[in-house]
């Protein structure tokens, strides 16, 4: 039952959530360039570049930290903006325990709808950075 109330308080409150979707598959999508950035063949190869790992290494760094303030500012926005549902869950039977896993799933639900998109929109991205990098060295790069 707890799934289920899950699965449709994520699809109905999907509107509220709509920004925390977007910026969760888009931080997503911007660290898993930069890694593949990171840890590409075809840009480790590239003349005089020694510097190029350290500066994705930071700026990953400094995209994580934003993304957790992010991540903790959006859920307990979420949580205080919902604290009637929630006291009414608890009016009705339900325990906080169960109050925050409930939360805690749908959550997880979008942020894994989020991570997978991220996901895909990344590879993408990662090949559009790499052909970037590569053509301001000066070295033709195709798409793959």
Known sequence: MLSKLSLRNAKRQFGEYALFFV???????????????????????????????????AASSVIVLILGWIVSYMISYMFKRRSREFGIYMVSGMTGRKVVRLL?????????????????????????????????????????
């Open 23 to 57: 910026t969760l598959s888009c931080a997503a999508a911007i660290m898993y360039a930069f890694n593949a950035l990171l840890f590409s063949e075809a840009v480790a190869a590239l003349p005089d570049m020694e510097i190029l790992p350290w500066l994705i290494v």
């Open 104 to 144: 805690f799933r749908e959550n997880g639900l979008i942020g894994l709808a989020a991570f997978l998109l991220g996901i895909i929109l990344g590879m993408l991205f990662s090949q559009l950075l790499e052909a970037a990098l590569r053509h301001l060295c000066g070295m033709c790069y195709s798409l793959h």
